[in-house]
């Protein structure tokens, strides 16, 4: 069983920065394809951003320019930057991981880190 572990949530005010990171216990070049979720209260939750083993990068449109997502195979891990936070950008943030591409079958989630931004 993958097991995705977040961290790096927190309180931070409006303009502010954090750098959020999730740690895989297995190689994360065994994946298809690494991201981040995020779900407010009553929202859905939306991909914010992934990365491919290919190294194919895409973001929502309500985090560009302002979000980076990365990744360090040898630590097995993928972490998103974030900057400018808004209030909006409060949410849960999940970590996604995708082993294959065509099925749900054998995609891992984190456990969620909560992310306030406020004043």
């Known amino acids: 069983q993958v097991q995705l572990v977040e961290s790096g949530g927190g309180l931070v005010q409006p303009g502010g920065s954090l750098r959020l990171s999730c740690a895989a216990s297995?190689?994360?070049?065994?994946?298809?394809?690494m991201g981040w979720y995020r779900q407010a209260p009553g929202k859905e939750r939306e991909l914010v951003a992934s990365?491919?083993?290919?190294?194919?990068?895409g973001y929502a449109d309500s985090v560009k320019g302002r979000f980076t997502i990365s990744r360090d195979n040898a630590e097995n891990t993928i972490y998103l930057q974030m900057n400018n936070l808004k209030p909006e950008d409060t949410a849960v943030y999940y970590c996604?991981?995708?082993?294959?591409?065509?099925?749900?079958?054998?995609?891992?989630w984190g456990q969620g880190t909560q992310v306030t931004v406020s004043s």
């Open positions: 297995r190689s994360i070049s065994s994946f298809h394809r």
């Open positions: 990365i491919t083993n290919g190294g194919s990068i």
């Open positions: 996604h991981a995708k082993r294959v591409p065509i099925t749900t079958a054998y995609d891992y």
